[in-house]
């Protein structure tokens, strides 16, 4: 019998719904905390990851920022108690009032993706008699899974600024009255566990740092991306932070003052959070034996979206036996399927079923496909 959940407290509730074990994201943010504190460093977590307030307020009380994609999550940021000015704003589609709303909250920084956006930001900061703080994302031309460079179809990218326009747009920022430039900003991918790809970042980096020798940045902004181990969440619950941040330290080469920004998300919550889902019926099929339960992908998209695959446990069955099973939720859809031929002990209806590592992306993504009610939240004492 697995003793990693509290089994009465979980029986009791109504299903589905993600657990959260809070000692667990303290001890991760402990850990993050420590292995960041080099001088200089600001961590900003990525708010997209995980938006329930509960988190939120955890994450803000341990002093980190926030980094955010919408005016939504910038408000969910403000209600946890982050300070406007350690909130940074990214994303391509900012509307003008999403702008106007940030300037008037203060908040530390937006990262501009493109020139038009220049455009609104510096026109709004102008309407309102404010400076915008300003930093240029970059598209960095790095692979995060080949290690090798992009060489084509920048066009067709729609984050970033490409690399040769940067120059220009930097003068644009440098020289307009209601910006003040804060510096650049690059994000390479997500759930990157071979840490190559942020050493060349930090070549990246340098190089441009060389490139615009006289120009002030009082930022580098490095993005997110640090991967976690899907398969094993209880041998290995918290990233190896210390490699990701010594691997900046030891590789950008930064000025006098210069502060380096990360936008953690994944790393952060996603071994904290389980969705706990209950069997609703086990069904006989001609060759194999489906695991039907109540949570499917419209509580977790992340099998369905990414062909993702979480760790899957019967947490409640006492049975000494093992069978094979397929993995399936309720919606009319046949990617609605969270493993197959998955090995777990003998299950019956009723039984309660923990996807693991679900607690980034798992329930911010959550829809209500089917008229199905989101997902509700449960929190370890
Ligand atoms: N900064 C920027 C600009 C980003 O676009 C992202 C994530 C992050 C930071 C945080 O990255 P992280 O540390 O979490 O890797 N829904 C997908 C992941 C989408 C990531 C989008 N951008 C999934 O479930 O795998």
Redesign the pocket.
């Known amino acids: 019998m697995k003793t990693y959940f509290p089994l009465d407290r979980l029986r009791a509730e109504s299903t589905p719904f993600y657990y959260y074990d809070m000692q667990l994201l303290d001890e991760t943010i402990n850990c993050i905390k420590k292995s960041a504190a080099y001088p200089g460093f600001y961590v900003h977590y990525?708010v997209?990851?995980n938006a329930n307030p509960e988190i939120l307020k955890r994450i803000a009380a341990a002093g980190m920022g926030a980094?955010t994609?919408s005016i939504g999550e910038i408000k969910a940021a403000i209600d946890a108690g982050f300070p406007a000015p350690k909130i940074v704003f990214?994303?391509v589609g900012k509307t003008d009032e999403e702008i106007a709303i940030s300037l008037e909250y203060g908040i530390g920084c937006f990262?501009a993706e493109s020139e038009p956006e220049i455009d609104a930001i510096e026109e709004i900061a102008k309407s309102q008699g404010r400076i915008a703080p300003v930093a240029l994302?970059v598209n960095p031309e790095i692979d995060a899974h080949t290690h090798h460079y992009i060489t084509t179809g920048l066009a067709e990218n729609k984050?970033g600024i490409a690399l040769s326009m940067l120059g220009r747009l930097i003068e644009r920022c440098i020289n307009s009255e209601y910006i003040d430039f804060k510096g650049l900003?690059f994000?390479i991918?997500?759930?990157?566990t071979d840490l190559t790809p942020f050493k060349i970042l930090c070549e990246r980096i340098n190089a441009l740092q060389d490139e615009y020798a006289d120009v002030v940045i009082p930022t580098i902004n490095v993005?997110?991306?640090?991967?976690i181990d899907y398969d094993d969440p209880d041998g290995n619950p918290i990233p190896d932070f210390k490699q990701y941040f010594d691997i900046f330290h030891e590789n950008l080469k930064l000025r006098p003052g210069q502060q380096v920004h990360f936008?953690?998300?994944?790393?952060?919550v996603a071994q904290c959070g389980s969705l706990i889902t209950r069997v609703t019926y086990v069904k006989e099929g001609v060759g194999k034996k489906f695991v039907i339960v109540d949570g499917g992908m419209t509580a977790l998209i992340?099998p369905a979206?990414?062909q993702?695959h979480h760790k899957i446990e019967n947490i409640t069955s006492t049975s000494p036996e093992m069978e094979r099973y397929d993995v399936v939720g309720p919606i009319c859809e046949s990617s609605d399927t969270f493993g197959t031929d998955e090995l777990l002990p003998t299950t019956h209806r009723g039984d309660l079923i923990a996807l693991r590592s679900a607690g980034?992306?798992g329930e911010i993504?959550a829809s209500g496909y089917n008229c199905r009610p989101l997902p509700s939240s449960l929190f370890s004492r």
């Open positions: 990525a997209k990851a980094d994609v990214a994303g990262n994302r984050f900003h994000h991918g997500s759930q990157i993005g997110g991306g640090l991967g936008e953690l998300g994944r790393s952060v992340r979206l990414y993702a980034a992306y993504m």
